[in-house]
T-cell receptor, first 115, second 110 residues
Framework: GAVVSQHPSWVICKSGTSVKIECRSL??????MFWYRQFPKQSLMLMAT?????????EQGVEKDKFLINHASLTLSTLTVTSAHPEDSSFYIC???????????FGSGTRLTVV | KQEVTQIPAALSVPEGENLVLNCSFT??????LQWFRQDPGKGLTSLLL?????REQTSGRLNASLDKSSGRSTLYIAASQPGDSATYLC?????????FGAGTRLTVKP
């Protein structure tokens, strides 16, 4: 159980365009979704936390107007990188809130390359 | 805010060696600590999860220990193999706020 489907797994886009990344919980309801990004040769850094039906909270230094998070349902959270620039090229990965059993699930990640 | 540090940042060993990766964290009030493996360009593979009440976990050639009071964990890899080459990440969960270390890039040479 506790499967999270993340897509796309990779995307290449032109500078200035927007890219939407989806994380969908397949067999459970995710009231909370954590979004991380990982720059090359660096660790995962928490970007923001989305909660179903309310505004996301962003970590310091993350532009909320650039990284739009929508968590409109209990099974879908999306991250949209708006007006992407090459410096946004990174690996983005989602994680729902820890399950009652204590287990964790991560999305498979999205590698974004902005050219 | 929890801070997680991993030492060394990179490690290169010949095949067959036993090795230890280190992880330290600043706030001992943790729910659990987890070790992950990440291959280049890939997602995370969970290796071992240690609950805050536990002191160690073992899986095959891997053994992870946890000393909450001193804010430390170690990942011991026995008889290393070239297939163990990857980046190893330590992650600490404090009330569902999971923070990652910068990782140790391990290279095992044949």
């Amino acid at each position: 159980g506790a499967v999270v489907s993340q897509h796309p797994s990779w995307v290449i886009c032109k500078s200035g365009t927007s890219v939407k990344i989806e994380c969908r919980s397949l067999d459970f309801q995710a009231t909370t979704m954590f979004w991380y990004r990982q720059f090359p040769k660096q660790s995962l850094m928490l970007m923001a936390t989305s909660n179903e039906g309310s505004k996301a909270t962003y970590e310091q230094g993350v532009e909320k107007d650039k990284f739009l998070i929508n968590h409109a349902s209990l099974t879908l959270s999306t991250l949209t990188v708006t007006s992407a620039h090459p410096e946004d090229s990174s690996f983005y990965i989602c994680r729902p809130r820890r399950g009652a059993s204590g287990g964790y699930t991560f999305g498979s990640g999205t590698r974004l390359t902005v050219v | 805010k929890q801070e997680v540090t991993q030492i060394p940042a990179a490690l290169s060993v010949p095949e067959g060696e036993n090795l230890v990766l280190n992880c330290s964290f600043t706030d001992s009030a943790i729910y659990n600590l987890q070790w992950f493996r990440q291959d280049p360009g890939k997602g995370l593979t969970s290796l071992l999860l240690i609950q805050s009440s536990q002191r160690e976990q073992t899986s095959g050639r891997l053994n992870a220990s946890l000393d909450k009071s001193s804010g430390r964990s170690t990942l011991y890899i026995a008889a290393s193999q070239p297939g163990d080459s990857a980046t190893y990440l330590c992650a600490v969960d404090s009330d569902n706020d999971m923070r990652f270390g910068a990782g140790t890039r391990l290279t095992v040479k044949p």
